[in-house]
């Protein structure tokens, strides 16, 4: 039973430049969530989805930020025109709201360090 | 809005050594889940325990033990006999019973444990 896993996970890029990170949830876990987590800070919710249907955004997600879980499995989140400030480590989690694989608690991935230079 | 208080930044302990970590929130919900998650050095987090608003019972996991108490807004994680290898950050966190099913989590800043030899 693999965990949640998220790639690549560590980018450096410049300010500017579209990244994109990937997270491939736990097989059976029909919910994926997108937090970001600052140094000294807690994780803070970005996204979340719930099969393919994104439920709810934070004001955090700006207009730069795009996620997207086209077919409810993997998901993506996309970085435009980077900029210093969101130098973070961005976290994948997932849960599972269906039947007898039902768990509140979320289980959490690896992370993708992001420093914009 | 809902908020998770963790007062205590940093706290150093002698291996043996018993330690609480306190944890306060607000929720105008009268149906939320506390949860408390660890984050050792290797970043990744790791979900300890979940606890439902309408069950106060304290619940003991070996050398884990953690006291909820609606009338304070307290869940506070006490860790006895305390080892080297709990050093770590840990997180509580709270989420608001959404549709009948927990959604995103708020954090709390996180409290640094470094127990010595």
């Known amino acids: 039973d693999t965990g949640v896993s998220q790639n690549p996970r560590h980018k450096i890029t410049k300010r500017g430049q579209n990244v994109t990170f990937r997270c491939d949830p736990i097989?059976?876990?029909?919910?994926l969530y997108w937090y970001r987590q600052t140094l000294g800070q807690g994780p803070e919710f970005l996204t979340y989805?719930?099969?393919?249907?994104?439920?709810?955004k934070s004001r955090l997600l700006s207009d730069r930020f795009s996620a997207e879980r086209p077919k409810g499995s993997f998901s993506t989140l996309e970085i435009q025109r980077t900029e210093q400030g969101d130098s973070a480590m961005y976290l994948c989690?997932?849960?599972?709201?269906?039947?007898?694989?039902?768990?509140?608690?979320?289980?959490f991935g690896p992370g993708t360090r992001l420093t914009v230079t | 809005a809902q908020k998770v208080t963790q007062a205590q930044t940093e706290i150093s302990v002698v291996e043996k050594e018993d330690v609480t970590l306190d944890c306060v929130y607000e929720?105008?919900?009268?149906?939320?889940?506390l949860f408390w998650y660890k984050q050792p050095p290797s970043g990744e987090l790791v979900f300890l325990i979940r606890?439902?608003?309408?069950?106060?019972q304290n619940e003991i996991s070996g050398r884990y033990s953690w006291n909820f108490q609606k009338s304070t807004s307290s869940f506070n994680f006490t860790i006895t006999a305390s080892q080297v290898v709990d050093s770590a950050v840990y997180f509580c966190?709270?989420?608001?019973?959404?549709?009948?099913?927990?959604?995103?989590?708020?954090f709390g800043t996180g409290t640094r444990l470094q127990v010595t030899l």
């Open positions: 606890r439902n608003s309408f069950d106060e």
């Open positions: 989690a997932s849960s599972s709201a269906v039947g007898q694989l039902f768990s509140y608690e979320q289980y």
């Open positions: 989805f719930q099969n393919e249907a994104q439920l709810e």
């Open positions: 966190a709270l989420s608001e019973a959404n549709t009948g099913t927990a959604s995103k989590l708020t």
């Open positions: 097989s059976e876990h029909n919910r």
């Open positions: 929720t105008r919900d009268t149906t939320y889940y």
